[in-house]
């Protein structure tokens, strides 16, 4: 996994010195970001040898990588330690004054801060108010300790040992159960052209897809998305290291780059169309042409095709979209047919599955049993299927 160390200026700088070897021991990739103020205390050459890796502060460095943005993209988790009153103010605000301002507003990754300062500063409402603005968004904080500080002064505001820190990273860098294995996956949902302005489309977000190519990037897993016509704000999570997205806008193409992957795990959670529109128009349809009519092709069915050419050991998973309420039957059907490993039913509606937030599943295998059911967020419902997965390898 990649870890971003952001080091800011306090004395405890000396002890994360030790918590990147830790991470460097665990077999991770870390990048260290110090502060300008954090490099009086531990100099960058120390950073450089210890992470084995290169090492800037500001945002002008590197300027052709992009890396005041590339390193936010990249990584899985980002630990601020020790993190100053000043930085947790900046972090608070939203600054991107320097390399790890701007990468900290870059990422999705989980953050992990670990507060060091004088106890009367950590007990300011100014920094306290910071705080409870940080944990509403979602930074998860390790510490300050209560302790012996900088000066003869004790009370809260110590930097935890690194040894805690490093023990508060482990569960946000996910239980990598799913490390070592390639796990492909299709979002979205495909559209067929009618004239070269219209098409057949549905109205699939690709955020259960997104979600689960999140989970299983979280879990270890390389992942290959292919995004069927998905709005950047629902992608962005999955722009990221370790995930490759691939484009596909038709069943067609969908079915080229799905089939030229090569995968441990394939998951087929796009929308395909079932048919495309035989005659397509070269020029834009125009209501003088008359009253139009559609001659509609069936598309080859992508996972059925996949399961019947799947290597031993591959595991293939569809979903199936359903209304009504025998869409436990429907769905062992819809497997049968396609002879895939398991099937994820889903009950869509009006109202339900297609563009909100929550979905609702259950997960069938090959002896038709319900082997898992999720209620929840749509990332809920996407571990709920990886869990399936491995409990099938
Ligand atoms: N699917 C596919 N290729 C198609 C159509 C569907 O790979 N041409 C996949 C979807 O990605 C999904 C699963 O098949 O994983 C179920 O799709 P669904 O539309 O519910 O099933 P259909 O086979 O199209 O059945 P129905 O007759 O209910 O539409």
Redesign the pocket.
């Known amino acids: 996994m990649v870890i971003v160390v952001g080091v800011t200026g306090g004395i405890a700088a000396y002890k994360a010195v030790q918590l990147v070897r830790l991470f460097i021991a665990d077999g991770h990739e870390v990048h260290v970001i110090p502060t300008e103020d954090a490099l009086r205390f531990v100099g960058l050459p120390t950073w450089e040898a210890i992470s084995r890796n290169r090492v800037t502060t500001s945002v002008h460095d590197d300027v052709p990588q992009v890396r005041h943005v590339a390193l936010g993209q990249k990584a899985d988790l980002i630990v601020v330690a020790p993190a100053t009153a000043n930085t947790l103010a900046g972090m608070a605000a939203g600054l991107a004054s320097d390399l790890l301002g701007t990468t900290l507003l870059s990422s999705t990754a989980p953050v992990l801060v670990a507060p060091a300062m004088h106890t009367e500063m950590w007990r300011h409402p100014a920094t306290q108010a910071n705080m409870e603005v940080l944990v509403s968004r979602g930074v998860h904080v390790v510490g300050p300790d209560d302790g012996e500080l900088t000066g003869g002064d004790s009370g809260p505001g110590r930097m935890s040992e690194p040894e805690a820190i490093h023990k508060a990273a482990a569960p946000l860098l996910g239980p990598g159960d799913l490390r070592g294995l390639t796990v492909a996956i299709?979002a979205g949902g495909t559209r067929e052209p009618i004239d070269p302005v219209r098409y057949i489309g549905n109205r699939s977000s690709g955020r259960q897809g997104v979600a689960l190519a999140v989970a299983a990037r979280e879990r270890g897993a390389r992942v290959l998305l292919a995004a069927c016509n998905i709005e950047a704000e629902v992608l962005r999570p999955a722009e990221r290291d370790g995930i490759a997205i691939t484009p596909a806008n038709t069943?067609a193409e969908l079915?080229k780059v799905m089939n030229g992957y090569e995968a441990d795990v394939i998951i087929?959670?796009?929308?395909?169309?079932?048919y495309s529109v035989e005659n397509v128009s070269e020029g834009k349809r125009t209501k003088a042409d008359g009253h139009p009519s559609l001659s509609l092709v069936e598309?080859?069915?992508?996972?059925?095709?996949?399961a019947a050419r799947r290597r031993e050991s591959q595991q293939v998973?569809?979903?199936?979209?359903?209304t009504g309420d025998d869409f436990i039957e429907?769905g062992r059907q819809?497997r049968r047919?396609?002879d895939v490993d398991l099937?994820a039913v889903n009950v869509v509606g009006w109202t339900q599955g297609f563009e909100s937030a929550d979905n609702q599943v259950a997960i069938i295998d090959r002896s038709d049993e319900v082997i898992g059911e999720a209620a929840g967020s749509k990332a809920e419902v996407a571990h709920a299927i990886l869990d399936a997965v491995l409990a099938g390898r």
């Open positions: 299709s069943a079915s087929m959670a796009a929308a395909v169309a079932d598309n080859d069915d992508i996972v059925a095709g996949l998973v569809a979903f199936a979209a359903e429907r819809k047919k396609k099937i």
